[in-house]
């Protein structure tokens, strides 16, 4: 407001100071008499009335408007300075978020997620009804008049175009869960779980087994561990170290000690290549490798498939990932501080089987749990149960499996992580109040695999290999 007074007076005042400077004033007329020699003039005096106090004003608001201009300049300098910083920032903040545009792109809130959504129910529709039919029960019948009740709420949403889509995922989500835990399970997978203590695991010893790497310390990433499959036929004591010589990201070798003696002063080791090099669809990508019985079981490069290698008969058996959009090439690996490279797919052995552990797009990133079984007679690996968590894959340093129980690490320092996280898939339900402290000897843990026949939990430390005693 006082900027724009100023500007309305200002040409006054310059035009006022201009006459006087050239002494020009507007022409004066002058009546005289001539009468002596003197001559008596009359002179318009409104011609002379000057506008003294609006000139002082105007001069006044000139240094004001002078005063708010230079703080004008300091604010556009001040700016000048800030802008960088803050493009830097909102740069920063973009590139944070990108990884989660996903959640845009599949459109939480879309006609088309419901569309998803309601194909999804029928597909658990059908499951339960599998099931139910398979053992009626009080829990298959409730599940059913769940679902029931969900569908009139989905359709009742196509109709009503009343949105609470995430509720309704959430539902869907913990009876699909339910559903998973209520399918029969093979009399084999019951008779091992009755090795498996009743409740969580409730501390976590120092290492019992640290050694560094057979390969030096120069390659960070890795898994490594013993013969997880109690009374295997084969590799009955077989300890193994699988280095990812590539970009600390893919391995095509794995190398097998016949005993913990052996493994300890690195003898008679035996090394199997699993494929012809570390870009081959059969090579490992990734910390995630398990021996189990006869063969070792990893994710296959580049893909969202599993690999079995068999060690008698050399030859990669694979099987594919469940789920909408499984995450590979670093989408979603373990990421809590610094991330795991390529640890977006992980491979389990607990007391009741084999496991992958991964994350989808269709479960938002979220850790997905599926069981494996290889059945010996027509060669092929299969995905029999598949169950999903709310746990963001990407906030945790790294997960195992213990009797059909998920757990999940957070990274606490440099020399500590802590298990913060259990799932059980017995009952689809989850607890993230846990705290059982773990030291390491450096700060990256590329992979951590809980290995039934001795309760101990192995992990790849940067470039050593340590074995924790578990307790429950
Ligand atoms: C004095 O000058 C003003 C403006 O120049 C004019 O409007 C006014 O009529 C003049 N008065 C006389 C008495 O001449
Ligand atoms: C954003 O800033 C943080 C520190 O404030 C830094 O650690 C991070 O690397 C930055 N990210 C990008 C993508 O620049
Ligand atoms: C739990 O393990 C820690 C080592 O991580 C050990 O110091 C502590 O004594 C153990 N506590 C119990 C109750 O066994
Ligand atoms: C296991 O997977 C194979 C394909 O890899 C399929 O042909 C077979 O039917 C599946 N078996 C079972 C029991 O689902």
């Given at each position: 407001m006082s900027l724009l007074l100023t500007l309305l007076l200002l040409p006054l005042g310059s035009s006022v100071g201009s006459s006087a400077r050239q002494g020009e004033g507007p022409a004066v007329r002058v009546t005289g008499h001539q009468q002596t020699d003197a001559c008596q003039c009359r002179v318009n005096a409104s011609m002379w009335l000057f506008p003294v106090t609006a000139y002082e004003a105007a001069l006044q608001n000139t240094g004001s408007c002078q005063a708010t201009l230079d703080s004008v300049q300091e604010n556009v300098q001040l700016s000048g300075q800030h802008l960088p910083r803050i493009q830097a920032v909102i740069q920063n903040v973009t590139a944070r978020l990108q990884p989660f545009l996903y959640l845009n792109d599949g459109g939480l809130y879309t006609r088309l997620t419901l569309q998803q959504l309601s194909q999804e129910l029928s597909q658990l529709e059908a499951n339960i009804d599998t099931i139910h039919g398979q053992q009626k029960n009080g829990q298959t019948r409730k599940l059913h008049k769940q679902v029931a009740k969900l569908r009139q709420d989905v359709d009742q949403m196509r109709i009503?175009?009343?949105?609470n889509i995430k509720t309704m995922k959430e539902t869907l989500r913990t009876l699909k869960n339910r559903a998973e835990s209520c399918k029969s399970i093979p009399k084999d997978f019951r008779v091992q779980s009755q090795s498996c203590v009743k409740g969580l695991m409730t501390n976590i010893s120092e290492p019992v087994v640290t050694k560094v790497s057979p390969f030096g310390k120069s390659l960070i990433a890795g898994s490594w561990g013993k013969q997880?499959?109690?009374?295997?036929?084969?590799?009955?004591t077989s300890y193994w170290v699988q280095p990812l010589v590539n970009s600390n990201s893919w391995g095509n070798t794995v190398r097998v000690y016949p005993t913990l003696a052996d493994f300890l002063t690195s003898t008679k080791h035996h090394d199997y290549n699993l494929a012809p090099s570390h870009s081959h669809p059969d090579a490992n990508d990734g910390p995630n490798a398990v021996m189990y019985g006869g063969a070792l079981y990893y994710h296959c490069y580049r893909s969202d498939k599993i690999c079995r290698y068999d060690f008698a008969t050399k030859t990669v058996v694979r099987v594919t990932l469940p789920g909408i959009e499984v995450g590979y090439n670093n989408r979603?690996?373990?990421?809590?501080?610094?991330c795991s490279t390529n640890s977006d797919v992980d491979l389990e052995v607990d007391e009741t089987g084999l496991w992958a552990l991964y994350a989808t797009s269709g479960n938002h990133g979220n850790l997905v749990i599926s069981r494996l079984e290889w059945h010996s007679k027509e060669k092929t690996l299969n995905v029999t149960h598949t169950w999903e968590t709310?746990?963001?894959?990407?906030?945790?340093s790294n997960a195992f499996m213990t009797c059909g129980v998920l757990y999940a690490t957070r990274y606490q320092s440099k020399v500590s992580e802590e298990v913060f996280y259990a799932f059980d898939t017995a009952t689809g339900r989850d607890d993230n109040t846990l705290s059982l402290p773990m030291e390491k000897i450096?700060?990256?843990?590329?992979s951590l695999s809980y290995n039934p026949t001795d309760r101990r939990l192995y992990m790849y430390n940067d470039g050593y290999l340590l074995a924790y005693p578990t307790h429950f």
């Open positions: 009503g175009n009343i949105i997880a499959m109690q009374d295997s036929p084969v590799e009955t979603f690996p373990y990421c809590y501080y610094v709310r746990l963001f894959k990407k906030s945790v450096s700060q990256g843990m590329a």
